[in-house]
């Protein structure tokens, strides 16, 4: 629940007046500005959540005028995806306050329509929604943290020049016009996404290859415009602005004034580049930390490290109360922390190479448990590609690309013969980091973020000895790393079934004994968006599971084993069972087991025992599913998973008199994630199921699950969980009985709040 922002003023108020008086003022201080920070960030959340759009203008054509306000993204299916700022809706809202932001989607649309900026839309939109499970990645955090209070795609676009253009109209109209410019001069070039993503913070053109290999080498802060890039920026203005300025007669300028001007030039130099680069919280942390220190040798004062690093760190959180729901925020500020840590205050000077690998291991070694709870990996490979790859960049790159587009803005006929220059320097790069990633590096041993805080602190706490004293760090480190116990599913996990939120498609996962059997993977679409890597993988990995054991895929549509064959490369997978065989196995030309058919069959799974069953005439489609039954033993409660079963093979199941024993509790999973073709009223009235669990996406196309499905089961007494109201559904079960929880209890305030999409979604 969202804490009122009055009362958190109020009560900062109450205790600064009190530290006043008393003799705690440290600490009474202190809690005064959390109380002040906390009333800041809730009022901030408060007006961001305000933002609403009526659930009446869902899926409608709705029309509204403003402007592109950032660099429009090439997505899949020729579509075009940017944000775009609304200043006004046309006689569509009265009475509430609309979105500001839209994250909007436009398939086959005219990236030259989008460069005219101002503009009148014709849009279908819907609330913020996306996947929620107890981990993975979180769509709806994402727009919350960016300001997006709807999403859509766009029907027609339109000039119109009667919006309104200020001040951050004019500043993304320019930074539209500069990624022009430096796409027609840079363009051509091999390497031109690189350099638009240096040169000044532009990477729409980034292809999946280059995302890969950045994340394979460690390498994606090279592109995040950041501190190593502003502080490269500060030091040459200060270096060209000082020398230029000693220029001028001695007795035009005082010392002192030098400084001042330096200072100014430094920092507007700085905040011009942050500006370019799109104003990203990496750029405001480092521009505030460049002001800081700028300043402090400005008034030759003796530099303190940590003071600058709190200012900063209190300014973009006064700035932008939600920083740190971006994980560049904690990686930007972890690293900072880390570098001050092993380099200030060490007795003797550093010599560039060994600093430079100090600094390496030390950043490794502090962000990996941060990774690890961001659920993002950490790869060897940085350990050495990041030795060669940041001095390249400092050194050759950076001041190339400076150089260039300088030399090419004032005389590109004398700038156009040395420009190829570039695809050399960072072709060479890149086949360094391709080189390096090539190498076979072992997977990193798993570890929780708990663990790796530990072998983190240790190594850390060493790497403040001399030099010598960083082969004990590794040992010690090493030993701590082994020691410290890791929690295993066999000691932790309880028996339960959980229904993953994959939106419209099907995963399931059954836990018992330390063993675990997973049902379809959920849907997928090559190059755009995997369950696989975003839900199910995350979530096997949060409980402690390294390895599945038996791999159940009902059939072979996208919707239910979607990227089948990324699972396999993440996770080792013991037995493949599916209803379409042969389907899986062309997906699957070099799965190190085999590709089982379903079979009928019984077998046992801790305390559960399984039902599997097939059709005898089905072999291909969604007749072709491999059905199972989960009952567990103790307490009776059973579970029903049809795939994708029609109304045809439903009856076949029906004869067959599979379920010949009444369950204590029956949960169904509606057969088609409730599809008219499904659900007969013959299956509804034979199984007549406690529960019906839903597997739909929100909103979808096609509008499952269908009313007349719903109303069968509401007519045999079933209560209805739809997963895109729910989140993911576990149910936990002992011999007492059934413990059922929805990830939407469990969400955060701009998820679960009163009024947003999941609190009027209405079970089916």
């Given at each position: 629940?969202?804490?009122?922002?009055?009362?958190?003023?109020?009560?900062?108020?109450?205790?600064?007046?009190?530290?006043?008086?008393?003799?705690?003022?440290?600490?009474?201080?202190?809690?005064?500005?959390?109380?002040?920070?906390?009333?800041?960030?809730?009022?901030?959340?408060?007006?961001?959540?305000?933002?609403?759009?009526?659930?009446?203008?869902?899926?409608?054509?709705?029309?509204?005028?403003?402007?592109?306000?950032?660099?429009?993204?090439?997505?899949?299916?020729?579509?075009?995806?940017?944000?775009?700022?609304?200043?006004?809706?046309?006689?569509?809202?009265?009475?509430?306050?609309?979105?500001?932001?839209?994250?909007?989607?436009?398939?086959?649309?005219?990236?030259?329509?989008?460069?005219r900026h101002r503009l009148q839309l014709d849009v279908v939109l819907k609330r913020p929604h996306g996947a929620l499970n107890a981990a993975g990645f979180r769509y709806e955090?994402?727009?919350?943290?960016?300001?997006?209070?709807?999403?859509?795609?766009?029907?027609?676009?339109?000039?119109?020049?009667?919006?309104?253009?200020?001040?951050?109209?004019?500043?993304?109209?320019?930074?539209?016009?500069?990624?022009?410019?430096?796409?027609?001069?840079?363009?051509?070039?091999?390497?031109?996404?690189?350099?638009?993503?240096?040169?000044?913070?532009?990477?729409?053109?980034?292809?999946?290859?280059?995302?890969?290999?950045?994340?394979?080498?460690?390498?994606?802060?090279?592109?995040?415009?950041?501190?190593?890039?502003?502080?490269?920026?500060?030091?040459?203005?200060?270096?060209?602005?000082?020398?230029?300025?000693?220029?001028?007669?001695?007795?035009?300028?005082?010392?002192?004034?030098?400084?001042?001007?330096?200072?100014?030039?430094?920092?507007?130099?700085?905040?011009?580049?942050?500006?370019?680069?799109?104003?990203?919280?990496?750029?405001?942390?480092?521009?505030?930390?460049?002001?800081?220190?700028?300043?402090?040798?400005?008034?030759?004062?003796?530099?303190?490290?940590?003071?600058?690093?709190?200012?900063?760190?209190?300014?973009?959180?006064?700035?932008?109360?939600?920083?740190?729901?971006?994980?560049?925020?904690?990686?930007?500020?972890?690293?900072v922390a880390v570098l001050l840590w092993v380099l200030v205050g060490r007795l003797g000077p550093v010599g560039w190479l060994p600093g430079l690998i100090l600094t390496q291991?030390?950043?490794?070694?502090?962000?990996?448990?941060?990774?690890?709870?961001?659920?993002?990996?950490?790869?060897?490979?940085?350990?050495?590609?990041?030795?060669?790859?940041?001095?390249?960049?400092?050194?050759?790159?950076?001041?190339?690309?400076?150089?260039?587009?300088?030399?090419?803005?004032?005389?590109?006929?004398?700038?156009?013969?040395?420009?190829?220059?570039?695809?050399?320097?960072?072709?060479?790069?890149?086949?360094?980091?391709?080189?390096?990633?090539?190498?076979?590096?072992?997977?990193?041993?798993?570890?929780?973020?708990?663990?790796?805080?530990?072998?983190?602190?240790?190594?850390?706490?060493?790497?403040?000895?001399?030099?010598?004293?960083?082969?004990?760090?590794?040992?010690?480190?090493?030993?701590?790393?082994?020691?410290?116990?890791?929690?295993?599913?066999?000691?932790?996990?309880?028996?339960?079934?959980?229904?993953?939120?994959?939106?419209?498609?099907?995963?399931?996962?059954?836990?018992?004994?330390?063993?675990?059997?997973?049902?379809?993977?959920?849907?997928?679409?090559?190059?755009?968006?995997?369950?696989?890597?975003?839900?199910?993988?995350?979530?096997?990995?949060?409980?402690?599971?390294?390895?599945?054991?038996?791999?159940?895929?009902?059939?072979?549509?996208?919707?239910?084993?979607?990227?089948?064959?990324?699972?396999?490369?993440?996770?080792?997978?013991?037995?493949?069972?599916?209803?379409?065989?042969?389907?899986?196995?062309?997906?699957?030309?070099?799965?190190?087991?085999?590709?089982?058919?379903?079979?009928?069959r019984r077998e046992t799974l801790g305390g559960f025992d399984l039902l599997f069953w097939h059709s005898r005439h089905a072999q291909r489609g969604n007749d072709a599913s491999?059905?199972?039954?989960?009952?567990?033993?103790?307490?009776?409660?059973?579970?029903?998973?049809?795939?994708?079963?029609?109304?045809?093979?439903?009856?076949?199941?029906?004869?067959?008199?599979?379920?010949?024993?009444?369950?204590?509790?029956?949960?169904?999973?509606?057969?088609?994630?409730?599809?008219?073709?499904?659900?007969?009223?013959?299956?509804?009235?034979?199984?007549?199921?406690?529960?019906?669990?839903?597997?739909?996406?929100?909103?979808?196309?096609?509008?499952?699950?269908?009313?007349?499905?719903?109303?069968?089961?509401?007519?045999?007494?079933?209560?209805?969980?739809?997963?895109?109201?729910?989140?993911?559904?576990?149910?936990?079960?002992?011999?007492?009985?059934?413990?059922?929880?929805?990830?939407?209890?469990?969400?955060?305030?701009?998820?679960?709040?009163?009024?947003?999409?999941?609190?009027?979604?209405?079970?089916?």
């Amino acid at each position: 629940m969202l804490p009122a922002w009055t009362w958190l003023a109020g009560a900062a108020i109450v205790v600064f007046l009190i530290a006043s008086r008393r003799r705690a003022r440290v600490l009474a201080a202190l809690l005064a500005a959390s109380l002040a920070g906390m009333a800041w960030a809730a009022w901030h959340a408060e007006t961001r959540l305000a933002q609403r759009l009526p659930p009446s203008l869902e899926g409608q054509p709705v029309i509204v005028r403003g402007y592109v306000c950032d660099l429009p993204t090439p997505g899949r299916f020729q579509s075009l995806r940017f944000r775009f700022c609304v200043t006004e809706w046309p006689g569509q809202t009265q009475g509430i306050h609309p979105p500001d932001t839209l994250r909007l989607s436009w398939y086959r649309g005219s990236a030259e329509t989008l460069r005219r900026h101002r503009l009148q839309l014709d849009v279908v939109l819907k609330r913020p929604h996306g996947a929620l499970n107890a981990a993975g990645f979180r769509y709806e955090d994402w727009l919350f943290r960016h300001g997006y209070r709807a999403t859509g795609s766009v029907r027609s676009a339109a000039f119109d020049p009667a919006v309104p253009c200020h001040g951050h109209c004019r500043y993304a109209l320019a930074r539209q016009a500069l990624a022009d410019w430096v796409e027609a001069r840079f363009g051509a070039l091999d390497q031109y996404p690189l350099i638009a993503s240096l040169m000044i913070g532009n990477r729409q053109a980034m292809s999946e290859e280059h995302w890969a290999l950045l994340k394979a080498t460690g390498t994606v802060h090279l592109v995040a415009i950041s501190g190593l890039h502003l502080g490269l920026v500060a030091l040459a203005v200060a270096w060209l602005s000082r020398r230029l300025l000693l220029m001028l007669p001695v007795s035009w300028l005082s010392e002192r004034t030098l400084r001042r001007l330096v200072f100014f030039l430094v920092v507007a130099g700085c905040l011009c580049y942050a500006l370019v680069a799109g104003f990203t919280v990496p750029t405001r942390r480092a521009l505030v930390m460049v002001t800081i220190a700028s300043w402090t040798l400005l008034c030759a004062r003796e530099p303190r490290p940590w003071q600058s690093f709190f200012t900063a760190l209190g300014l973009v959180l006064m700035a932008d109360p939600f920083a740190p729901l971006d994980p560049g925020f904690w990686l930007s500020f972890a690293a900072v922390a880390v570098l001050l840590w092993v380099l200030v205050g060490r007795l003797g000077p550093v010599g560039w190479l060994p600093g430079l690998i100090l600094t390496q291991v030390a950043v490794f070694a502090g962000l990996w448990p941060i990774l690890a709870s961001l659920e993002q990996g950490q790869p060897l490979a940085g350990l050495v590609a990041n030795l060669f790859a940041i001095p390249w960049v400092s050194v050759l790159v950076m001041p190339a690309l400076a150089l260039a587009a300088v030399a090419m803005a004032l005389a590109p006929g004398l700038a156009e013969p040395v420009v190829p220059g570039l695809d050399v320097l960072l072709g060479g790069l890149w086949q360094l980091l391709a080189w390096v990633a090539s190498w076979p590096w072992p997977e990193p041993a798993y570890a929780g973020a708990g663990t790796l805080g530990l072998v983190a602190a240790v190594l850390l706490l060493a790497l403040r000895l001399p030099l010598p004293g960083l082969p004990v760090a590794v040992l010690l480190s090493l030993l701590v790393w082994w020691w410290s116990p890791v929690p295993s599913p066999a000691s932790t996990a309880t028996e339960s079934v959980t229904v993953l939120d994959v939106g419209q498609g099907l995963s399931v996962m059954i836990q018992a004994g330390g063993h675990v059997l997973v049902y379809d993977t959920g849907p997928a679409v090559d190059g755009v968006f995997s369950s696989v890597t975003s839900t199910l993988v995350p979530v096997l990995r949060s409980r402690g599971i390294r390895r599945i054991d038996h791999l159940v895929l009902s059939h072979a549509d996208q919707d239910h084993a979607g990227d089948v064959a990324g699972l396999l490369a993440r996770m080792p997978v013991g037995r493949i069972e599916t209803g379409e065989p042969e389907r899986i196995r062309e997906r699957l030309p070099e799965a190190p087991q085999p590709v089982l058919p379903c079979r009928r069959r019984r077998e046992t799974l801790g305390g559960f025992d399984l039902l599997f069953w097939h059709s005898r005439h089905a072999q291909r489609g969604n007749d072709a599913s491999c059905v199972l039954i989960v009952r567990h033993r103790a307490s009776g409660v059973e579970w029903v998973l049809p795939g994708d079963l029609t109304v045809t093979t439903e009856q076949e199941f029906l004869r067959d008199d599979v379920l010949q024993e009444s369950p204590a509790y029956r949960i169904v999973i509606a057969p088609h994630h409730g599809s008219k073709t499904s659900s007969s009223p013959a299956w509804v009235t034979h199984l007549a199921p406690n529960l019906v669990v839903y597997s739909a996406g929100y909103r979808h196309r096609f509008g499952h699950p269908h009313p007349s499905v719903t109303v069968r089961y509401r007519a045999v007494g079933a209560t209805a969980l739809n997963t895109a109201c729910s989140g993911s559904l576990t149910f936990s079960v002992a011999a007492e009985g059934l413990d059922i929880v929805e990830a939407r209890s469990r969400a955060p305030f701009w998820i679960s709040a009163p009024g947003l999409a999941r609190s009027q979604c209405g079970q089916p």
